[in-house]
């Protein structure tokens, strides 16, 4: 069974700056898909950006973008001018292509606090 | 166009009542997962649902049941509810499932059993 891990239950960052999050996870698979969720006080899960294991290139969306590193098994998280709306839980997710029926594996997540 | 909507957003029941959640997708999307979320265990799958036919069951208790209609909206049912089942309930929405493209989250339901 594949497994996330999140090293980092809680982080702080000063607005505009730079922080990364952490995520390791576990799999004996080749193909599957790697996600950052963020989960604002409103509840709803956001996906952040997500990541296809056959690709090598790291995948960006504006402010996020992501160190994929296969073989390690490691899938960080940077967010770069950190803004007040970055404020959530965020969750790394694993999910490997089943022909329909996938299950999105979560790590414990991490708490990101943005200082004004 | 809409997100995913479930409701209700919070709900108060007494230990050995049962109760239903609602989810209703995204127009268009026909697969829906549902998920429970507590502090201790975190997010965790229940069951996704595909053209009213589960597909997929996580590792939950037969007290945990769902089903979706020909609309693609889908319900969980939790019978006789113990304190344990105390848990934010998320539901999500694809075209088909996953398809590595994520799925949408709706806001959930706050479930507090008392």
């Known amino acids: 069974a594949q497994t996330v891990t999140q090293s980092q239950p809680e982080m702080s960052v000063q607005e505009a700056e730079t922080v990364t999050l952490s995520c390791t996870y576990d799999?004996?698979?080749?193909?599957?898909?790697l996600f950052w969720y963020k989960q604002p006080p409103s509840r709803q899960m956001i996906l952040v950006i997500r990541?296809?294991?056959?690709?090598?290139q790291n995948a960006t969306e504006n402010r996020f973008s992501v160190n994929f590193q296969k073989a390690a098994k490691s899938f960080s998280l940077k967010i770069s001018d950190s803004q007040l709306g970055d404020t959530a839980m965020y969750f790394c997710?694993?999910?490997?292509?089943?022909?329909?029926?996938?299950?999105?594996?979560f790590g414990k997540g991490t708490k990101l606090t943005v200082n004004p | 166009k809409a997100g995913v909507t479930q409701t209700p957003r919070y709900l108060i029941k007494t230990r050995g009542q049962q109760v239903t959640l609602s989810c209703s997708p995204i127009?268009?999307?026909?697969?829906v997962s549902w998920y429970q979320q507590t502090p201790g265990q975190g997010l965790q799958f229940l069951f996704e649902?595909?053209?009213?036919?589960?597909?997929n069951k996580g590792n939950f208790p037969g007290r945990f049941s769902g089903r979706q209609f020909s609309n693609s909206r889908s319900e969980m049912n939790v019978s006789t509810l113990e304190l344990g089942d105390s848990a934010l309930y998320l539901c999500?929405?694809?075209f088909g499932g996953g398809e590595g493209y994520g799925y949408t989250f709706g806001s959930g339901t706050r479930l507090t059993v008392v």
């Open positions: 997710a694993f999910m490997k292509p089943q022909g329909g029926s996938e299950k999105l594996v």
């Open positions: 999500a929405s694809s």
């Open positions: 649902y595909f053209s009213e036919t589960q597909r």
């Open positions: 990541q296809e294991a056959y690709k090598q």
């Open positions: 127009s268009g999307h026909r697969s």
């Open positions: 799999t004996s698979e080749n193909n599957y898909y």
